[in-house]
């Protein structure tokens, strides 16, 4: 056999060992003949292709550097927060994971609505665990008296669109399956089931909407969608893209659509462009209603506001809420802010409205 042990003998170019530590290192019993095989050190370099700094990297290699953001674990202790929380795998072959908050009500044996949330990061970063997701979530969870599942989808350019889209739709499959074993669902209801998410999550949100009016998801009755300052684009440019003061923005949202749309694909993609999307009229008929809330200082707050007349004009129950002198995903980076209390109050409101 051959061995490579230069770092042991770098003096030696063969030669034949007795010692008893080799021969134990070997198993064997009789003598063995080593062969010394020379080694070069070769230095591996990576150029980086893609960059929008402190959001993401991309290497040659196809290697990706996402942010670290603090991050929370699931925990079943309810005594400080009102609510418990737990991790669930959707689909271990992709893999999927989730996260389910409940509120801690004991005494109670009704039945509580569903939220399904999907976390933002334009396709390409974002966990359900980080910091600011869970806490409002979990908060959610305790003011609107409902079970939140936040889904962990994979994220681009490794698993480009519509993968997010497939991931997000199984987990709407797998809450049909789980609720009938799942002790954390047991008071789920899913004849009220929502579905939410900020940025590229109500993008999905979205879209999950219209692939669950496609494919006849009868198992989850979806009552209403509530995106929050949805992220869109189209290849034509919408006025506040062509401002001076909006080039930093547009940089960085063409390039997190270069590196999710799928291969080929421009920004009028139905998963960008939401005017691409095809339903019949009485698919759009079967649309569930719509909460569009935008921010006022965000610079996604136009799209936001022509998704919003996009569903009106065809046929959808829709209403369009301001956060006034809010930035983009404010709930996230200050969960416990008076301005994320009042959004919470507001989907709250909705989701009991049915």
Same mark, same amino acid.
Not at 120 to 147: E, K, M, R
Not at 199 to 215: E, Y
Not at 314 to 338: C, D, I, T
Not at 345 to 351: A, R, V
């Given at each position: 056999?051959?061995?490579? @042990?230069?770092?042991?003998?770098?003096?030696?170019?063969?030669?034949?060992?007795?010692?008893?530590? =080799?021969?134990?290192?070997?198993?064997?019993?009789?003598?063995?003949?080593?062969?010394? =095989?020379?080694?070069?050190?070769?230095?591996?370099?990576?150029?980086? *292709?893609?960059?929008?700094?402190?959001?993401?990297?991309?290497?040659?290699?196809?290697? *990706?550097?996402?942010?670290? /953001?603090?991050?929370?674990?699931?925990?079943?202790?309810?005594?400080?927060?009102?609510?418990?929380?737990?991790?669930?795998?959707?689909?271990? %072959?992709?893999?999927?994971?989730?996260?389910?908050?409940?509120?801690?009500?004991?005494?109670?044996?009704?039945?509580?609505?569903?939220? *399904? !949330?999907?976390?933002?990061?334009?396709?390409?970063?974002? %966990?359900?665990? &980080?910091?600011?997701?869970?806490?409002?979530? #979990?908060?959610?969870?305790?003011?609107?008296?409902?079970?939140?599942?936040?889904?962990?989808?994979?994220?681009?350019?490794?698993?480009?669109?519509?993968?997010? !889209?497939?991931?997000?739709?199984?987990?709407?499959?797998?809450?049909?399956?789980?609720?009938?074993?799942?002790?954390?669902?047991? +008071?789920?209801?899913?004849?009220?089931?929502? @579905?939410?998410?900020?940025?590229?999550?109500?993008?999905?949100?979205?879209?999950?909407?219209? +692939?669950?009016?496609?494919?006849?998801?009868?198992?989850?009755?979806?009552?209403?969608?509530?995106?929050?300052?949805?992220?869109?684009?189209?290849?034509?440019?919408?006025?506040? $893209?062509?401002?001076?003061?909006?080039?930093?923005?547009?940089?960085? %949202?063409?390039?997190?659509?270069?590196?999710?749309?799928?291969?080929?694909?421009?920004?009028?993609?139905?998963?960008?462009?939401?005017?691409?999307?095809?339903?019949? /009229?009485?698919? &759009?008929?079967?649309?569930?209603?719509?909460?569009?809330?935008?921010?006022?200082?965000?610079?996604?707050?136009? /799209?936001?506001?022509?998704?919003?007349?996009?569903?009106?004009?065809?046929?959808?129950?829709?209403?369009?809420?301001?956060?006034? #002198? $809010?930035?983009?995903?404010?709930?996230?980076?200050?969960?416990?802010?008076?301005?994320?209390?009042?959004?919470?109050?507001?989907?709250?409101?909705?989701?009991?409205?049915?």
């Amino acid at each position: 056999m051959f061995l490579d @042990l230069t770092k042991i003998f770098t003096s030696l170019s063969s030669t034949t060992i007795l010692s008893n530590s =080799i021969r134990k290192l070997c198993n064997f019993t009789e003598i063995c003949h080593f062969q010394i =095989i020379p080694t070069k050190k070769v230095l591996i370099t990576m150029s980086m *292709v893609a960059e929008e700094p402190g959001f993401i990297q991309i290497f040659s290699d196809g290697s *990706v550097k996402r942010p670290e /953001r603090e991050t929370s674990p699931a925990s079943e202790d309810s005594s400080s927060t009102g609510y418990k929380s737990k991790d669930v795998i959707i689909d271990s %072959t992709k893999p999927i994971s989730g996260r389910i908050f409940v509120p801690d009500t004991p005494a109670s044996s009704s039945l509580l609505p569903v939220l *399904v !949330y999907f976390h933002g990061g334009g396709f390409c970063i974002g %966990t359900a665990t &980080w910091l600011g997701y869970h806490t409002f979530l #979990g908060d959610f969870a305790v003011a609107a008296q409902s079970i939140v599942l936040s889904v962990d989808y994979r994220l681009a350019p490794e698993h480009r669109l519509p993968t997010a !889209y497939d991931d997000c739709y199984c987990s709407l499959e797998w809450l049909s399956k789980q609720v009938s074993s799942e002790p954390w669902l047991q +008071r789920a209801d899913l004849s009220r089931v929502f @579905l939410s998410g900020d940025s590229a999550g109500g993008n999905i949100a979205h879209n999950i909407a219209i +692939r669950a009016i496609q494919k006849g998801c009868d198992e989850v009755k979806i009552k209403g969608v509530l995106p929050i300052h949805p992220y869109f684009g189209s290849e034509e440019r919408i006025d506040k $893209e062509k401002a001076s003061e909006s080039a930093k923005d547009v940089g960085l %949202t063409d390039l997190l659509w270069k590196l999710s749309l799928p291969e080929g694909s421009n920004r009028d993609y139905f998963g960008c462009n939401f005017e691409k999307a095809e339903l019949s /009229r009485e698919e &759009w008929d079967r649309f569930p209603a719509v909460v569009v809330y935008v921010a006022g200082l965000d610079f996604f707050k136009e /799209r936001g506001v022509m998704y919003a007349g996009f569903l009106e004009k065809r046929g959808a129950e829709v209403k369009l809420v301001e956060a006034e #002198g $809010e930035q983009h995903v404010y709930h996230m980076f200050h969960p416990k802010s008076e301005a994320t209390r009042l959004l919470q109050k507001q989907m709250s409101e909705f989701i009991h409205s049915f």
